[in-house]
Every structure is written in structure tokens, then in C-alpha cells.
């Protein structure tokens, strides 16, 4: 069974930055592509930032694209997310995710999907001030 806990989150000033983490455990890490999610009150959970099992590939959403970057660190069954010139529309609940299988990459429309992914966890908040 596939834990996933994030930390990170907090208060910060529009055009400050973050850096979220996403500890996983119960599967073989290095095998699975990962993502972040984030959901808004009152806004449907949207897709943000999706890396490769090894690394070497990388997707984000438009409006991320520049400021966000996702890594990892397979040694560490470690995911992150640094977040740098956050604005207060990026106020939102963060989730990581992991693929339901392994050694899969769909790239673009498919790694953005939420259906490709079996495992959340509980999130962590991200506030962002005007």
C-alpha cells in the first residue's frame, strides 16, 4: 500500500517562494511517475507539474510554466515541487500523486489526467498574499 505525505506548505507574500516535499513509501519509488495537483476552494482539482520515473521528463501546466519546477530524488522516495514568483491564485490545496503504473509516461494531456494516478495524499496548504 502506497503512503504519500507532503510538507511544505504555509503563509507566504506574493513573489516569495516555496518549496514543497512528498515522502512516499509502500511501493518501489523509483519505478512510478509522479505529479502534483492543487485545488482552490470552490474550484475543481487541476493538474500542475508531472516528472518521469527516472527524471529526465517533465510536464507542467500554462500557469506554472516558468515559475514551478518539479524534481526528484529517488534515493529519497522524494518528490518536490519548488514554487518561486507565487501569486495569490496560486492559493490552493497541494496534493502529490503517484502513477498507477509503473515505467509509464504519457506526456502532455495523458500525465495531466488525474485518472493515471492510483495514490494522494492528504496535501498541504499553500497560501499565497496579496
Known amino acids: 500500500q502506497v503512503q504519500l505525505v507532503e510538507s511544505g506548505g504555509g503563509l507566504v507574500q506574493a513573489g516569495g517562494s516555496l518549496r514543497l516535499s512528498c515522502a512516499a513509501s509502500?511501493?518501489?519509488?523509483?519505478?512510478?511517475?509522479m505529479a502534483w495537483f492543487r485545488q482552490a476552494p470552490g474550484k475543481e482539482r487541476e493538474f500542475v507539474a508531472a516528472i518521469s520515473w527516472t527524471g529526465g521528463l517533465t510536464y507542467y501546466a500554462d500557469s506554472v510554466k516558468g515559475r514551478f519546477t518539479i524534481s526528484r530524488d529517488n534515493a529519497k522516495n522524494t518528490v518536490y515541487l519548488q514554487m518561486n514568483s507565487l501569486k495569490p491564485e496560486d492559493t490552493a490545496f497541494y496534493y502529490c500523486?503517484?502513477?498507477?503504473?509503473?515505467?509509464?509516461?504519457?506526456?502532455?494531456?495523458?500525465?495531466?489526467?488525474?485518472?493515471?494516478?492510483?495514490?494522494w495524499g492528504p496535501g498541504t496548504q499553500v497560501t499565497v498574499s496579496s
Open positions: 509502500g511501493r518501489t519509488f523509483s519505478s512510478y511517475a
Open positions: 500523486a503517484e502513477d498507477k503504473r509503473p515505467y509509464s509516461w504519457y506526456g502532455g494531456g495523458g500525465a495531466s489526467s488525474s485518472v493515471q494516478y492510483d495514490s
